[in-house]
């Protein structure tokens, strides 16, 4: 039986994108072997290759002025890639709201002159800042644009002439985005696109240039770009998954479809929530993920039991992070109308039970 995977990452994958790995897994296209054995360099993997990067411009709106760069190592090694190739004066700002956007900005102050823009830690990054101190000098402002772990988003983006970076692993193609307003934009596929190992650059073509000096090869997007990101092997299932899951994200109508289904899921999940005297979402309204939402019961204990209901019940990690405890519900692209409508009705039983 499937579950309702609830998890923030790997997550789960649209079934019938799944249906056709495993009807293609023996056999892709008729070439006798399977995608994970193949050559990268082999004219079946360059299509799906080409095919990928091409359907992720066409539902993005990725113009020419881009470079589309599937990478490997996690969206976190990029924290050390965007110092080393984008510093010129030495200079950039990080907005911490959370604990990826920290890392990144730990990350960053080994290779030059980091400075905080803005953050919300000592509110345990519960909002989204909006007055940012940004120098006029800098580099690049960055910003983690959906919080995985405390449940908060940008809705708008920072009014800012400083060249915008941004982490949108986990809202990538969930909500249309205008590309030209970013000068790059970095995801780790594993949340809303293909299993992990995949990790999407996309970098404005005149941000490319020499990396810093030692900068190594495979951090280089000036090497990855000039490559078709093919200096090396790379992931090459987790590129044919991608590919699969845009096709069907074609199908059902692209990005502005998936938005509405998404806005329609958080809204149930939420209205339910802010009706109820039994779960809280302290998170400040107007900055609230369409991804993750965190919530908790009136006590730990009664998280813990609801955690250990809901799984049997077949609604699977739902626990919170660690840095957040109660429950997280991660509900990407591929989370169902219906499996947000089976956790609302276990989250009114468990109430009743327990309230």
Not at 93 to 98: C, F, H, M, P
Not at 187 to 214: C, F, H, W
Not at 339 to 355: C, D, H, P, Q, W
Request: with cysteine; charged share 20%; net charge neutral.
């Amino acid at each position: 039986m499937r579950v309702y995977n609830f998890s923030a990452g790997p997550s789960m994958l649209p079934l019938e994108v799944l249906e056709q790995a495993k009807a293609e897994f023996i056999d892709y296209a008729g070439c006798g072997m399977s995608v994970t054995e193949m050559s990268h360099r082999s004219k079946p993997f360059d299509a799906i290759h080409n095919e990928c990067i091409a359907l992720l411009r066409e539902l993005m709106g990725i113009s020419d002025d881009y470079e589309v760069l599937f990478v490997q190592g996690g969206a976190s090694t990029q924290f050390a890639a965007i110092p080393m190739n984008l510093l010129s004066t030495g200079k950039a700002d990080y907005v911490v709201t959370g604990n990826f956007a920290k890392k990144a900005y730990q990350e960053a102050k080994k290779y030059g002159d980091i400075h905080v823009a803005g953050t919300s830690e000592p509110d345990t990054f519960t909002y989204i800042p909006k007055q940012l101190d940004v120098r006029k000098d800098t580099d690049y402002l960055y910003i983690c644009q959906n919080n995985t772990i405390f449940g908060t988003r940008f809705t708008k983006l920072p009014e800012t002439d400083a060249t915008l970076v941004a982490d949108v692993s986990s809202n990538i193609l969930s909500e249309v985005m205008d590309v030209n307003k970013y000068g790059v934009m970095y995801a780790g596929a594993q949340k809303n696109l293909a299993p992990a190992g995949l990790t999407i650059v996309i970098v404005r073509k005149d941000l490319i240039k020499e990396p810093m000096s030692y900068c190594p090869t495979m951090l280089s997007w000036k090497v990855m770009a000039e490559n078709n990101s093919l200096y090396n092997t790379p992931p090459c299932f987790a590129i044919y998954m991608a590919m699969l899951n845009l096709r069907h994200l074609k199908k059902l109508g692209g990005v502005p479809a998936i938005q509405k289904v998404n806005e329609y899921k958080a809204g149930l999940l939420y209205d339910y929530i802010d009706a109820s005297s039994f779960y809280t979402n302290k998170v400040n309204k107007v900055d609230r993920s369409m991804m993750n939402v965190p919530f908790t019961t009136p006590n730990a204990d009664l998280d813990a039991l609801f955690v250990k209901e809901a799984g049997k019940e077949g609604f699977v990690s739902i626990k919170g992070h660690r840095l957040v405890g109660g429950m997280r519900a991660s509900i990407y692209n591929a989370m169902p109308v219906e499996g947000i409508e089976a956790l609302v009705s276990f989250m009114k039983e468990f109430e009743r039970k327990n309230g």
